[in-house]
């Protein structure tokens, strides 16, 4: 199995910033996408920054500039500047992984954590 352990979040002002990071451990063969979503509250869970193949991440269009996301190893951060209170949402990273040789990838999540930024 594949355990996500998410770090960071919190309350800050807008114009602040936050990190966050996700470490990743158990049987895993090989990562074949790795990254961030959130869900605000009535929203659905969107994409926020991922790597999905090779080295250039993918970015929604509202957290260009704004947001890093960066990967070392089985570990993914999300540097979050200049937030702003739309940023406000539980953020979940995501993980798609091989187990093994052959295998089926599966996808995996974190356990989410709170990002509040107020006005």
């Known amino acids: 199995q594949v355990q996500l352990v998410e770090s960071g979040g919190g309350l800050v002002q807008a114009g602040g910033s936050l990190r966050l990071s996700c470490a990743a451990s158990?049987?895993?063969?090989?990562?074949?996408?790795m990254g961030w979503y959130r869900q605000a509250p009535g929203k659905q869970r969107e994409l926020v920054a991922t790597f999905t193949g090779g080295d250039s991440p993918n970015y929604r269009d509202s957290v260009k500039g704004r947001f890093t996301i960066t990967r070392v190893a089985k570990t993914v951060h999300l540097q979050m500047n200049s937030l702003k209170p739309e940023d406000t949402a539980v953020y979940y990273c995501?993980?798609?992984?091989?187990?093994?040789?052959?295998?089926?990838?599966?996808?995996?999540w974190g356990q989410g954590t709170q990002v509040t930024i107020s006005s």
């Open positions: 158990g049987s895993i063969f090989s990562i074949n996408a």
């Open positions: 995501y993980f798609q992984v091989r187990t093994g040789w052959g295998v089926r990838p599966n996808d995996y």
